[in-house]
């Protein structure tokens, strides 16, 4: 599974943006997704998970109130909705599909990752 993630771009605080990740080569409609972000000279984290159907999501306690993800599975895709983006939400974004249905906020159990995506927050 190739993944791409895509939407971000420079905002201002308080304002929104959608991130989208798409497969090519193999559907992911059976797999788990998470969204993971690295700031600069900060360790990759945990942002955002949902399992294969949608029917389950988790957050990490930074984002909860504020981003939704969701997917479409007819289109094969993943979504992060950020909303009240605020400056420390600076970080480039990649989406990954986890080898099973369910997901993990542990970045290893991850076997396919997207390119990522840059999103810069200004204050």
């Known amino acids: 599974v190739q993944l791409q993630a895509s939407g971000g771009g420079l905002v201002q605080a308080g304002t929104s943006l959608r991130l989208s990740c798409a497969a090519s080569r193999r559907t992911f409609s059976n797999n788990g997704v998470g969204w993971f972000r690295q700031a600069p000279g900060k360790e990759r984290e945990f942002v955002a998970a949902?399992?294969?159907?949608?029917?389950?999501?988790y957050y990490a306690d930074s984002v909860k109130g504020r981003f939704t993800i969701s997917r479409d599975r007819d289109k094969n895709a993943v979504y992060l909705q950020m909303n009240s983006l605020k400056p420390e939400d600076t970080a480039v974004y990649f989406c990954a599909a986890a080898q099973g249905a369910s997901y993990s906020i542990n970045s290893r159990l991850y076997n396919y990752w997207g390119q990522g995506t840059l999103v810069t927050v200004s204050s």
């Open positions: 949902i399992n294969w159907n949608g029917g389950s999501t």
